[in-house]
């Protein structure tokens, strides 16, 4: 994306100076972390393709058969196919993890530009809202919105990603509200707001650029816990509704399984849980290597990767601003 005037470096191309700039190690992890989401990504897509039976199939299955030729992971007390409930789980876990993640981030970036840019009373208001959901457990406050929001959205989809939306709002939230009121005082922002710029402009143009770049790395990490929620919530009863094939419903169902020498009616779908929250941690945790200044500056004092500018940060042009005069040109 262009600055106003047209001008400067696409944010395609300074991706691929961060890239081009960033440690091998930080690399081999964001493969590494991408390798194994689109692994899962492709099985939640093509999941009626890859899946020899449906979702809730039963009929000539037989009852907990072990592993074998016919089903690989075998087979449930309830005659699920253990395979295809780990393959069409992907696709829920899916659909849930990036509605809930997404509904987070259209909640907490903007409130979070509204509370670091208007400062005041209105940012101790929302400081304080945001505090007070932080101080619950992420689990039990994903618990009480989930038993809430039964009664009028039901216990599905929707619910269940609203549920989890709730507790990753105060995350965006606190890191866009410190990020817009350092940002809020720099020299281009001023100079935007001395000439006559409105707050919409200013706001949208100048300051969001320049903090929407930790926005990626919030969301695979949010992305990674929110499957651990949504396992939890399933295995207490509180995800989506039976017989959905969701991840930790199907490992409550088999605690009396693994009790009786059932093994498999368990291991494969925690394996899944561990698998998909493991790629989309690593993930995470490589954009933010690629993205952060600090261990860029920190790689670079140790002679382990080379100088590359930020974009958008400040000591460089900031994003979205012109060359010729940063923060005044464009404005209108």
């Known amino acids: 994306m262009s600055g106003p005037d ?3 470096k696409s944010r395609i191309a300074r991706w691929r100076e961060l890239w081009a700039g960033a440690h091998p190690t930080a690399r081999r992890i964001i493969v ?69 993640t997404i509904v987070a981030m259209f909640i907490g970036v903007p409130l979070g530009l509204l509370a670091g840019y208007a400062a005041g009373r209105l940012d101790r208001v929302l400081v304080t809202i945001m505090d007070a959901m932080y101080a619950f457990p992420s689990l039990l406050l994903a618990i009480v919105a989930a038993f809430a929001l039964r009664r009028w959205v039901g216990q599905g ?15 965006y939230f606190r890191v866009v509200r410190n990020h817009t009121l350092s940002v809020r005082e720099e020299t281009f922002v001023e100079a935007a707001r001395a000439m006559g710029a409105r707050s919409t402009t200013t706001i949208g143009r100048y300051i ?31 995800g989506v509704h039976v017989p959905a094939a969701e991840w930790g419903y199907d490992i409550s169902r088999a605690i009396t399984d693994v009790a009786n020498g059932f093994w498999w009616t368990s291991l494969f779908p925690g394996l899944a849980i561990l698998a998909l929250t493991t790629g989309l941690t690593l993930l995470g945790e490589g954009i933010n290597d690629l993205v952060n ?27 979205g601003l012109p060359e010729s005069a940063p923060g005044v040109e464009g404005i209108r």
């Open 293 to 319: 200044p600090l261990l860029r500056r920190r790689a670079r004092r140790r002679g382990r990767a080379e100088p590359v500018p930020t974009p958008g940060m400040p000591g460089g042009l900031p994003a």
């Open 208 to 238: 969001l650029p320049n903090v929407i770049q930790s926005v990626p790395v919030i969301f695979t990490l949010n992305a990674a816990d929110a499957i651990l929620t949504l396992a939890a919530l399933g295995f207490l009863g509180y």
């Open 157 to 171: 989809v929707p619910a269940a990603a609203l549920s989890i939306s709730v507790i990753y709002v105060p995350q």
């Open 32 to 100: 590494a972390g991408a390798v194994i989401t689109g692994f899962f990504l492709v099985l939640a897509i093509a999941a009626p393709l890859v899946a020899p039976y449906g979702e809730a199939e039963f009929r000539g299955i037989p009852q907990l058969k072990a592993p074998s030729a016919a089903h690989i992971f075998g087979t449930t007390n309830l005659r699920y196919d253990v395979l295809s409930r780990v393959v069409f789980g992907a696709r829920l876990a899916f659909e849930v993890v990036v509605a809930s």
């Open 6 to 8: 047209g001008r400067g």
